[in-house]
Protein backbone atom coordinates (compact mmCIF):
# COMPACT_ATOMS: atom_id res chain seq x y z
CA UNK A 1 0.00 0.00 0.00
CA UNK A 2 1.90 3.25 -1.38
CA UNK A 3 1.25 6.65 0.96
CA UNK A 4 -1.12 8.03 -0.94
CA UNK A 5 -3.52 4.91 -1.03
CA UNK A 6 -3.53 5.63 2.87
CA UNK A 7 -5.22 9.04 2.18
CA UNK A 8 -2.73 11.28 3.85
CA UNK A 9 -1.29 14.58 2.19
CA UNK A 10 2.00 15.83 3.06
CA UNK A 11 1.74 19.81 2.85
CA UNK A 12 4.78 22.29 3.03
CA UNK A 13 3.71 25.58 4.88
CA UNK A 14 5.74 28.62 6.91
CA UNK A 15 5.12 27.82 10.77
CA UNK A 16 7.09 28.85 14.04
CA UNK A 17 9.89 26.74 14.60
CA UNK A 18 11.84 28.05 17.11
CA UNK A 19 10.20 30.64 20.22
CA UNK A 20 12.95 32.18 22.92
CA UNK A 21 12.06 34.87 25.75
CA UNK A 22 14.80 36.65 27.47
CA UNK A 23 14.37 39.41 30.73
CA UNK A 24 17.57 41.54 30.84
CA UNK A 25 18.38 44.40 33.80
CA UNK A 26 21.24 46.53 33.07
CA UNK A 27 22.89 49.15 35.09
CA UNK A 28 23.99 52.38 32.48
CA UNK A 29 26.16 55.19 34.16
CA UNK A 30 25.32 58.04 32.76
CA UNK A 31 27.51 61.06 33.10
CA UNK A 32 26.04 64.65 33.54
CA UNK A 33 28.12 67.99 32.79
CA UNK A 34 27.52 69.21 36.57
CA UNK A 35 28.16 67.07 39.89
CA UNK A 36 23.96 66.36 40.89
CA UNK A 37 22.93 66.65 44.03
CA UNK A 38 19.41 65.04 43.96
CA UNK A 39 17.54 63.36 41.23
CA UNK A 40 14.61 64.67 40.14
CA UNK A 41 13.05 62.22 36.85
CA UNK A 42 14.21 59.65 34.84
CA UNK A 43 12.68 58.18 31.35
CA UNK A 44 13.58 55.90 28.87
CA UNK A 45 12.58 56.50 24.92
CA UNK A 46 13.67 56.04 21.31
CA UNK A 47 13.86 52.29 21.84
CA UNK A 48 14.76 51.10 18.53
CA UNK A 49 15.79 47.25 17.75
CA UNK A 50 16.29 44.63 15.58
CA UNK A 51 16.77 40.93 15.13
CA UNK A 52 18.54 38.18 13.41
CA UNK A 53 20.10 34.80 14.03
CA UNK A 54 23.05 34.40 15.60
CA UNK A 55 23.76 30.38 15.71
CA UNK A 56 21.10 27.60 15.18
CA UNK A 57 19.63 28.25 19.06
CA UNK A 58 20.45 31.90 19.17
CA UNK A 59 18.43 35.25 18.21
CA UNK A 60 21.01 38.04 18.59
CA UNK A 61 18.61 41.56 19.44
CA UNK A 62 20.48 44.50 18.31
CA UNK A 63 19.17 47.87 20.04
CA UNK A 64 18.98 51.35 21.21
CA UNK A 65 17.56 53.39 23.84
CA UNK A 66 18.08 57.00 25.21
CA UNK A 67 17.84 57.22 29.14
CA UNK A 68 17.00 60.82 29.75
CA UNK A 69 17.72 61.93 33.63
CA UNK A 70 16.47 65.31 35.45
CA UNK A 71 18.69 66.12 38.04
CA UNK A 72 19.31 69.46 40.79
CA UNK A 73 22.85 70.26 41.23
CA UNK A 74 25.02 73.17 43.05
CA UNK A 75 23.05 72.26 45.98
CA UNK A 76 19.70 71.87 44.74
CA UNK A 77 19.73 75.49 43.05
CA UNK A 78 19.81 74.43 39.05
CA UNK A 79 18.34 71.85 36.98
CA UNK A 80 19.38 69.99 34.03
CA UNK A 81 18.52 67.04 31.80
CA UNK A 82 21.29 64.90 30.55
CA UNK A 83 20.75 62.34 27.82
CA UNK A 84 22.39 59.65 26.52
CA UNK A 85 21.93 56.68 24.01
CA UNK A 86 22.81 53.48 25.34
CA UNK A 87 23.19 50.49 23.03
CA UNK A 88 22.84 46.85 23.56
CA UNK A 89 22.99 43.49 22.51
CA UNK A 90 20.89 40.45 23.84
CA UNK A 91 21.57 36.79 22.59
CA UNK A 92 18.37 35.05 23.15
CA UNK A 93 18.72 31.16 23.19
CA UNK A 94 15.58 29.04 21.52
CA UNK A 95 13.60 27.20 24.42
CA UNK A 96 11.53 25.53 21.58
CA UNK A 97 13.51 24.54 18.58
CA UNK A 98 12.13 21.94 15.62
CA UNK A 99 15.33 20.94 13.31
CA UNK A 100 12.89 19.32 11.25
CA UNK A 101 12.51 22.55 8.42
CA UNK A 102 12.96 22.66 4.74
CA UNK A 103 15.56 24.96 3.31
CA UNK A 104 17.81 27.38 5.07
CA UNK A 105 15.96 30.54 4.42
CA UNK A 106 14.27 31.40 8.20
CA UNK A 107 12.60 34.96 9.34
CA UNK A 108 13.24 36.04 12.92
CA UNK A 109 10.07 38.18 14.60
CA UNK A 110 10.76 40.04 18.03
CA UNK A 111 8.32 41.05 19.99
CA UNK A 112 8.63 43.23 22.77
CA UNK A 113 7.17 42.15 26.14
CA UNK A 114 8.64 44.93 28.17
CA UNK A 115 10.05 48.24 26.66
CA UNK A 116 12.83 49.56 28.20
CA UNK A 117 12.14 50.97 31.53
CA UNK A 118 14.02 52.53 34.14
CA UNK A 119 13.52 50.71 37.80
CA UNK A 120 16.12 52.85 40.02
CA UNK A 121 17.75 55.43 39.40
CA UNK A 122 20.38 57.20 42.10
CA UNK A 123 23.95 58.84 41.96
CA UNK A 124 26.84 57.11 42.38
CA UNK A 125 28.19 57.13 45.83
CA UNK A 126 31.52 57.30 44.89
CA UNK A 127 31.97 59.91 42.01
CA UNK A 128 29.76 62.43 40.21
CA UNK A 129 28.40 59.56 38.09
CA UNK A 130 24.33 58.95 37.85
CA UNK A 131 23.18 54.88 37.73
CA UNK A 132 20.35 53.85 35.87
CA UNK A 133 19.06 51.06 36.29
CA UNK A 134 16.89 49.12 33.45
CA UNK A 135 14.79 46.24 32.31
CA UNK A 136 13.56 45.25 29.14
CA UNK A 137 12.20 41.76 27.75
CA UNK A 138 11.92 40.49 24.63
CA UNK A 139 9.78 37.37 22.83
CA UNK A 140 11.40 35.85 19.70
CA UNK A 141 9.86 33.57 16.96
CA UNK A 142 12.20 31.58 14.42
CA UNK A 143 9.62 30.95 11.11
CA UNK A 144 10.98 28.41 8.68
CA UNK A 145 9.41 26.03 6.10
CA UNK A 146 8.66 22.73 7.31
CA UNK A 147 6.25 19.50 6.43
CA UNK A 148 2.73 18.56 7.57
CA UNK A 149 1.52 15.45 7.15
CA UNK A 150 -2.08 15.15 7.54
CA UNK A 151 -5.01 12.78 7.20
CA UNK A 152 -7.51 13.20 4.51
CA UNK A 153 -11.23 12.36 4.69
CA UNK A 154 -12.77 9.98 2.21
CA UNK A 155 -15.99 11.22 2.94
CA UNK A 156 -15.36 14.85 2.99
CA UNK A 157 -17.89 17.21 1.21
CA UNK A 158 -17.00 19.86 -0.39
CA UNK A 159 -18.92 23.35 0.04
CA UNK A 160 -20.02 25.70 -2.58
CA UNK A 161 -20.90 28.95 -1.39
CA UNK A 162 -24.48 28.63 -3.24
CA UNK A 163 -25.03 26.06 -1.02
CA UNK A 164 -25.63 28.56 2.12
CA UNK A 165 -28.69 30.38 2.67
CA UNK A 166 -28.35 33.75 2.93
CA UNK A 167 -31.97 34.73 2.88
CA UNK A 168 -33.21 37.15 5.58
CA UNK A 169 -35.80 35.86 7.53
CA UNK A 170 -39.36 37.93 9.39
CA UNK A 171 -37.53 38.29 12.65
CA UNK A 172 -34.73 40.07 11.25
CA UNK A 173 -37.04 42.66 9.03
CA UNK A 174 -38.37 43.59 12.35
CA UNK A 175 -35.25 45.13 13.40
CA UNK A 176 -34.37 47.24 10.50
CA UNK A 177 -35.79 50.65 11.20
CA UNK A 178 -36.95 52.04 7.98
CA UNK A 179 -35.90 55.90 8.77
CA UNK A 180 -32.79 55.25 9.39
CA UNK A 181 -31.40 57.00 6.78
CA UNK A 182 -33.78 59.93 6.73
CA UNK A 183 -32.49 60.87 10.56
CA UNK A 184 -29.16 61.00 8.39
CA UNK A 185 -30.97 63.53 5.83
CA UNK A 186 -32.34 65.87 8.30
CA UNK A 187 -29.39 66.77 10.35
Request: proline share 3%; glycine share 4%.
Amino acid sequence: MSFLDQEYREIITKAVIGKGRKFTQDTNTITPSHKPTSILGCWVINHLYNAKIKADDVVEVNGSYDVNVWYSYNDNTKTEVVTERVIYCDHIKLSVKDDHTLGDELEVFAKVIQQPNCLECKIASHDSKIMVEVEREFLVEVIGETKVTVKVDPNGTVVDDDDWDFELNDDEFEDVDPDFLAEFEEE
